[in-house]
């Protein structure tokens, strides 16, 4: 990383908080909970980043992943506000650790058969089979009447964790962000190990890494399962936010959004996430006010960004493109 793109993240990063900060003193929750949603979605790119960024694995089906981590967090909480038992005789719950877990664990058991099947494929046989998937999950959510179905789930509280107070917006977000903290640390951790140079690797000359004695197939694998369990985590968190989670959250247009995020803020890139969830809230709040068709303005920008900035805003503050 070039000492300016260091300098951008590194302000970045304190951006956020800090206009999270001031409007807490100036008594906007509304710009609060803007903030909190960009962590959210920043959270859910940096899961998608990991496949893509690192791995060169363009997956359209991360939707799939994010609406699972919602569903976690509706179904526990719904379970335990009307003291219905779930399957085997388990009890909801509102605790937010217990119901991340949860969403975490159950996105890497879906992913680990998606990433068994999709994985034996390349290009764009890839991208039709995880948005393949991701449809089968998002018409099974439709299908699905005792969780509202095609009119999706409200949550009636706001789900706790043990020393914040989570009902406050700014308590929210802190804890949001610290989150996407760790999680940018696990990306910048798994980019820094021999584990991302594998990767790399497998993107590259998959080839030459299987005659190191390293199996491409595992490496995109366990980069693919990782990928989805951080995103899950978002997806919870962003059920929690809205108090709320639909089918919509699982569609195909989800996970077109995650794409854009991630190619937006600059693919690869530590902060490329948040860059990417940081412009898209802007223009969806900003330009959304005088517009319905803002997605149009937004689909300028990604069009600049894909002819002339390959390395996204992170690349253009950085002033030098990342190669790959």
Known sequence: MSP???AATLALLALLPAAALAALLLGETFYITLATRIAVLALAAVGLNIALGLGGLVSFGHAAFFGLGGYAAGVLATNAFNAEPLAFGLAGTTSMPAISLVAVLLCGLVALPIGLVSLRTSGVYFIMITLAFAQMIYYFAISWPAYGGEDGLSIYVRNAFPGVETAKPFSFFVLVFALLLAALALFHRLQASRFGAALEASRQNPVRLAALGISPFSIRLVAFVLSAMVTGLAGALFADLNRF?????????????????VILGGKGRLAGPLAGAALY?????????????????????????VFLARGGLIGLLAGRPRHG
């Open 245 to 261: 989670v639909s089918p919509s959250m699982l569609s195909w247009h989800m996970s077109g959004e995650l794409i854009v995020l």
């Open 281 to 305: 809230v802007a223009f969806e709040h900003v330009l959304g006010g005088l517009t319905e068709r803002w997605q149009f303005f937004l689909g300028l920008v990604l069009l600049a960004v």
């Open 4 to 6: 300016r793109e260091k």
